[in-house]
């Protein structure tokens, strides 16, 4: 007969994170899981979604991704996570402010009411803690996708003073974007007038490219995976200070 086994999860004594991200993702686990503090673990869960092209707007993706999410975070449910990650963008900015907490009550329901941090509440919180409201944005989408982005800072009471989409093609090229351009796209968005600098889309790999930056610009520059992870952390009782990754995982 078996002993009884102790409940703590032996890599992840602290915290085990679900991470929900779309098929096409290839930027959201190396990262996240490059800022993992010990004693955490991340555990992924992939929707099944194809890539398909944003050339044309992204309502069809926005729609597709819907459904293919909850099913992700159901796959997950076995493992026992304590929270989820759902580290898809466009869905929570499509229809503004004013939609996400029924999408937020939506992913909870799909989770059997396990907290769950999503992009809005991640990057309104950090620029709570800097106290900025005047915004540069980077995103990797087409001229609707920057619209619905756009609109989102706006309607949450942020200036938008300056934006540039980098119009990638489908979301399997947004992780083609090569560090390069992306130092451009932060230097393309930054004006005296701009408080804080921040990058939404979970496939383009920023991080490393935000952390840089804030020490040659002097300002905050926040990249989605690096707030994400980090709201994720500190909404779930991890408060290690984490270095290398920019102002906030270290100082917030």
């Known amino acids: 007969m078996s002993k009884e086994r102790d409940m703590t999860d032996c890599l992840g004594p602290r915290l085990k994170v679900g991470v929900v991200l779309p098929a096409t993702n290839t930027s959201v686990q190396p990262e996240m899981e490059a800022m993992r503090p010990e004693g955490v673990t991340n555990h992924t869960g992939r929707m099944q979604t194809e890539d398909t092209s944003l050339t044309g707007g992204i309502e069809d993706l926005v729609s597709s991704y819907r459904e293919a999410t909850h099913r992700a975070i159901g796959s997950l449910l076995p493992c026992k ?3 989820f990650v759902v580290a898809f963008s466009p869905e929570i900015y499509w229809d503004g402010p004013g939609s996400q907490d029924e999408v937020v009550v939506s992913m909870k329901s799909a989770s ?7 992009s809005p509440d991640a990057f309104t919180t950090a620029l709570s803690h800097y106290g900025v409201r005047r915004l540069g944005v980077i995103t990797p989408y087409v001229p609707a996708g920057d ?9 949450s009471g942020y200036d938008v ?24 796209a932060v230097k393309a968005v930054d004006t005296p007038d701009v408080e804080a600098i921040v990058q ?9 490219v935000a952390a840089g930056a804030e020490a040659w610009l002097g300002k905050p520059v926040i990249s989605n995976n690096t707030v994400l992870y980090w709201r994720a952390l500190r909404q779930n009782g991890i408060a290690d200070r984490i270095r290398g990754f920019g102002s906030l995982a270290e100082k917030y």
């Open 147 to 155: 619209d619905s982005v756009s609109r989102f800072f706006t309607e």
């Open 112 to 118: 059997g009411g396990l907290p769950v941090t999503m």
């Open 81 to 83: 996570p304590d929270c």
């Open 200 to 208: 939404v889309g979970t496939n383009m790999a920023m991080m490393r």
């Open 161 to 184: 003073v300056s934006m540039t989409g980098l119009g990638c093609s489908s979301p399997e090229r947004i992780a083609h974007v090569p560090e390069p351009e992306l130092r451009e």
